[in-house]
């Protein structure tokens, strides 16, 4: 299993970001992926799941109304796409997918 996140950057308050994970190694239609993030300091929390198809979808507090997330099965791709970011948002975005599995991450930071 391998999962790339890209995606990062800095933003400024207000901005908006998609950030992507390009899946190999599995059948990545069988299996439901999800967004996390670490803050400095803090835990990992959830951001946002979804189903193997996209079908069901759920996130994490706080989450909902300002982050999307999505896939494409054709392209062994989820999405998260994140507007209106504030400085709270700032963290390192990890996607996780079968067995416990996770990218290295990539960065966001919010700051004028």
């Known amino acids: 299993v391998q999962l790339v996140e890209s995606g990062g950057a800095l933003v400024q308050p207000g901005g908006s970001l998609r950030l992507s994970c390009v899946a190999s190694?599995?059948?990545?239609?069988?299996?439901?992926m999800s967004w996390w993030r670490q803050a400095p300091g803090k835990g990992r929390e959830l951001v946002a799941g979804?189903?193997?198809?996209?079908?069901?979808?759920n996130y994490g507090n706080s989450m909902e109304g300002r982050f999307t997330i999505s896939r494409d099965n054709d392209k062994n791709t989820v999405y998260l796409q994140m507007n209106n970011l504030k400085p709270e948002d700032t963290a390192v975005y990890y996607c996780?997918?079968?067995?416990?599995?996770w990218g290295q991450g990539t960065q966001v930071t919010v700051s004028s």
């Open positions: 996780r997918g079968p067995s416990d599995s």
């Open positions: 979804i189903s193997n198809r996209g079908l069901s979808i």
């Open positions: 190694g599995f059948t990545f239609s069988d299996y439901s």
